[in-house]
């Protein structure tokens, strides 16, 4: 989305922000290897004139050398205002991948908050696809797992872990699947949480893709 250099989208991506008021903000597939950009490229830099104060934590694929810029994938979390002030610590998942990001919280009597923001990869479609990069990364280490089932598992590991602290928990997910009924949902709500698109509308809610016309929450496979 964002490429080098500032463009209609992202400037598009700033006036949505402003108009709605955001106060935290979760962005799938940045779709860059940032190790390739100058500092003045990189998300603070390039965002630091559009809010008094923010703060932002992004991750993606490092677990290669870098190749080119355009690298699919990544996540980022933008915390703005008087959110930014709240934030304790971030982190992103430990696997290099990119697969998400989180930033903590802290409010009124120590409640903390974690809201992370993650991208499952779609099945196979191509060689440079994040289901072939996620793909090669375990065929490396040795780990025979399909990238999307890796997800559901190690996702909902760190779920455990964060809810084990006495955190509260956002999750901003991009699951590539239907999370009325697939294996990913169905994780998910044994780990006790709710998608909040169904509670608020029921079966018969909005879809979340412009390509899916079949009411399910992020189902466009």
């Not at 430990?94 to 409640?111: E, M, P």
């Not at 375990?138 to 399909?146: A, E, G, L, T, Y």
């Not at 697939?182 to 079966?203: F, K, M, P, Y």
């Amino acid at each position: 989305m964002w490429g080098r250099f500032p463009t209609l989208k992202e400037e598009n991506f700033k006036l949505g922000l402003n108009k709605w008021e955001f106060d935290v903000f979760g962005h799938v597939e940045t779709n860059l290897d940032w190790r390739l950009l100058q500092e003045d490229e990189k998300f603070p830099l390039r965002s630091k004139e559009w809010w008094e104060t923010q703060h932002i934590s992004w991750s993606h694929n490092r677990t290669t050398p870098p190749r080119q810029v355009r690298q699919f994938g990544g996540t980022a979390l933008f915390s703005i205002h008087k959110a930014a002030h709240r934030v304790i610590e971030k982190g992103m998942d430990v696997s290099n991948l990119g697969r998400w990001t989180w930033t903590r919280y802290k409010g009124r009597g120590n409640q903390t908050l974690n809201i992370m923001v993650a991208y499952r990869p779609n099945p196979p479609q191509g060689p440079y696809t994040v289901y072939a990069q996620h793909n090669a990364y375990f065929h490396s280490i040795q780990r025979d797992i399909c990238p999307r089932e890796a997800f559901l598992k190690d996702l909902t590991k760190e779920v455990t872990k964060i809810k084990e602290k006495g955190d509260h928990l956002i999750l901003l997910l991009d699951g590539n699947s239907n999370m009325i009924n697939s294996n990913l949902a169905t994780a998910l709500t044994q780990n006790n949480l709710s998608e909040v698109i169904l509670d608020r509308h029921g079966t018969d809610g909005p879809e979340t893709h412009k390509r899916n016309s079949n009411k399910s929450p992020i189902f466009c496979i």
